[in-house]
């Protein structure tokens, strides 16, 4: 089973420069989360689906955006990429966001702004 | 805003012992609660859950709940080299419908 797929694994962005972090899960997860983690800090979210078509924010935001077009991918944009985006990346999926389930992660995407 | 505490460490054991991990939850209404293991470099894998108060073992693992004082831990019996790693507390947020995470506490264990 693949799981949650993320690409890529690694990226360099000029600042300025915009990506989209890939994630695709094969679970049939209605819910799924972007999350990053800086040196030695914990997860913090960024943005989290409930199901195709629907987002919502999480802790940090800012500088980032969604989309949730099918149950299977969400991906994660960054239009004016900024040396504070500098972090690993991690999409998870989870059978429902509350109650007896867990999230399944990502391999992570390291990202580095310069 | 909801938070999960966990003492950074690192902290330090010697190979054979038990290493106990600690984490407090603001949210009263969280219901569930996880340990995640992460290895440098590698994504988080769940090695525990817990939903209910009391005590929950699996194999080398335990996890204890106290909702009155809103606390989890894990202990961590006949420690290993290979166990050696950040660990990740987690609980959901009911009402936000997604998990927040710890700062993780770094375990190191001595051969």
């Known amino acids: 089973n693949a799981g949650v797929t993320q690409t890529p694994k690694f990226r360099i962005l000029k600042i300025g420069q915009s990506m989209t972090l890939q994630c695709t899960q094969d679970?049939?997860?209605?819910?799924m989360y972007w999350y990053r983690q800086d040196p030695g800090m914990g997860l913090k979210l960024i943005y989290y689906s409930v199901g195709a078509g629907i987002t919502d924010k999480g802790e940090v935001p800012n500088g980032y955006n969604v989309s949730r077009s099918t149950t299977e991918d969400f991906p994660l944009r960054l239009e004016l990429a900024a040396p504070s985006q500098t972090s690993v990346y991690f999409c998870a999926s989870s059978y429902s966001g509350t109650g007896n389930t867990e999230a399944f992660f990502g391999q992570g995407t390291r990202l580095t702004v310069v | 805003q909801k938070e999960v505490e966990q003492n950074s460490g690192p902290l330090s054991v010697p190979e054979g012992a038990i290493a106990s991990l600690n984490c407090t939850y603001s949210?009263?209404?969280?219901?569930?609660f996880f340990w995640y293991r992460q290895y440098s470099g590698k994504s988080p894998e769940l090695i525990m859950s817990?939903?209910?108060?009391g005590d929950k073992e699996d194999g080398r693992f335990t996890a204890q709940l106290n909702k009155a004082s809103q606390y989890v831990s894990l202990l961590i019996r006949d420690s290993q080299p290979s166990d050696s790693a950040t660990y990740l507390c987690a609980a959901d947020d009911p009402y936000g419908q997604n998990f927040v995470f710890g700062p993780g506490t770094r375990l190191s264990v001595l051969p």
């Open positions: 817990i939903y209910s108060n």
């Open positions: 679970m049939n997860h209605n819910y």
């Open positions: 949210d009263r209404g969280s219901q569930s």
